[in-house]
């Protein structure tokens, strides 16, 4: 089998496409039933198609373009252009309210969209690209690979305002990559499906581990997202994504190996089911900075995150989480430049996460963030301990704690949870029991709300907009 250098010297589909020319780099659905696949050599030669179509529309280096879509074959080619042509890629949901779009690419100040889903797409900055432009001649694309060139931008939402958008060279996703799969088995053979949006660093982060290992990754359309767990070796998911393959009638023969678990407190019981099924389970802590995980394990009883991965640092400074290392990222963009993280200097170029841990037996354990917590009856609150200890009750697959205002104590926790079971009086009065039982008078929920579903279909639930719909309920 071909193996890796320490750095790529080219374009990773272009060392790929020489050790592994005719191998199957991407299929939509089943490769092995007839499914469309590209090898090697072929995904090469789409990518500069692709690649000189943008060119004859006018983007050039150092220019942002973005793409506001789901996963589709063409975001995938566009991604793979953009950076070709040495441009830059931001991905944006093309849910989100057409007045959040404006704002967002308003800030970014992109030079160019594809928007292909939304009749408000003319109304969006940017000049709008054609995916079938009209070409008079091929032109000369002079950009050499450059691992250290700015190559995405991801949104990362923040507690208030607009959300940040991260910088990642090629350097930093690869290195990325190469970390956790000095952990997880990912090899030349296997196939990762892109099960997450790549407008999300975990998306992303999939393109990279692909790129990286030059396997296999694979699209559908995403009501046939859980059939295709039947067909892969691996995917990212999140738990309510596990959860229903587990439920549904494709669990019953597949061949799932590993499945790298984020974007929420995971129940025991749900790996434990997965296992049982013969699909390793990993979890992790990570964040879009450092370009996705930054701690990994195999998942177990232990409510920790693991050990750190290589290519990343982590120190704890007054119960905070610090990092840095070749993972993190160049900085955030504003106003057409980079400004980044951390100092200059060698001794102040650790990021501060503003995420709170603690170390037990060489295992990192995360106790919520700083900016989450808040006061109540004279006591500091953190929600993710009271997360904690819900989600051990058997009927609680997903919670989310906030803090409502209260007369008397300041502020008072609400539960808003999904739960296996209807959550009606007989359920909450069994929850109630069940907290009066195992925490503090100050840290049990007044309030059990269910979770929206709106908010289940995103990969990680924003707790900023939950917020704001916990505030329009009373």
Not at 61 to 89: E, F, H, M, P, T
Not at 267 to 278: F, I, K, R
Not at 324 to 345: A, E, H, M, P, Q
Request: charged share 15%.
């Amino acid at each position: 089998m071909a193996q890796i250098k320490a750095e790529f010297q080219k374009w990773p589909w272009q060392y790929w496409a020489e050790q592994r020319p005719t191998e199957i780099a991407i299929a939509l659905g089943d490769a092995n039933a007839g499914a469309v696949t590209w090898n090697w050599i072929e995904v090469t030669a789409n990518i500069e198609t692709y690649a000189q179509r943008l060119v004859a529309q006018g983007v050039k280096r150092d220019q942002l373009v973005a793409v506001v879509a789901l996963n589709s074959i063409d975001v995938l080619w566009l991604l793979l252009a953009i950076i070709r042509v040495g441009a830059r890629y931001v991905g944006l949901n093309p849910k989100l309210p057409s007045k959040a779009l404006i704002e967002q690419l308003t800030a970014l100040g992109n030079n160019h969209i594809w928007c292909p889903e939304l009749d408000t797409a003319e109304q969006l900055p940017g000049h709008t690209l054609s995916l079938t432009p009209a070409m008079t001649s091929e032109r000369i694309i002079p950009v050499m690979w450059q691992e250290h060139r700015p190559v995405s931008l991801t949104l990362t939402s923040g507690s208030t305002g607009l959300p940040k958008a991260v910088v990642h060279n090629p350097q930093s996703h690869l290195a990325s990559a190469s970390g956790l799969l000095k952990q997880m088995t990912f090899t030349a053979h296997d196939s990762w499906l892109l099960s997450l949006p790549l407008f999300h660093i975990s998306g992303l982060a999939i393109v990279w581990r692909w790129l990286y290992r030059g396997a296999r990754i694979v699209l559908v359309e995403p009501a046939l997202q859980q059939q295709a767990l039947q067909w892969v070796s691996h995917a990212s998911l999140v738990p309510t994504q596990l959860q229903r393959f587990l439920d549904s009638q494709y669990a019953h023969q597949h061949q799932l190996q590993q499945v790298l678990l984020g974007g929420a407190t995971i129940p025991v019981s749900l790996t434990t089911a997965a296992e049982q099924a013969g699909i390793e389970c990993w979890s992790g802590y990570g964040m879009t900075e450092m370009a996705s995980t930054i701690t990994a394990k195999r998942a177990n009883s232990s409510a920790g995150v693991g050990t750190v991965l290589p290519n990343r640092e982590l120190i704890l400074r007054d119960g905070e989480i610090w990092v840095r290392g070749k993972v993190l990222c160049l900085g955030y963009y504003r106003n057409n430049t980079i400004f980044s993280l951390v100092g200059y200097d060698d001794d102040d170029d650790w990021f501060a996460t503003k995420d709170l841990g603690e170390w037990h037996d060489d295992e990192l354990f995360i106790r919520g963030r700083a900016d989450n917590m808040f006061i109540s009856g004279g006591e500091n609150v953190q929600p993710e301990d009271i997360e904690q200890v819900l989600l051990q009750h058997a009927a609680v697959k997903q919670v989310m704690v906030l803090p409502i205002d209260d007369h008397d104590f300041g502020a008072r926790p609400v539960a808003i949870v999904t739960t296996a079971q209807p959550l009606d009086s007989y359920l909450v009065d069994q929850l109630v029991t069940y907290m009066s039982q195992n925490v503090a008078p100050h840290k049990r929920p007044i309030r059990y709300l269910s979770l929206p579903e709106c908010f289940t279909q995103n990969v990680k639930v924003s707790r900023s907009d939950l917020i704001k719909w916990l505030a329009s309920q009373d």
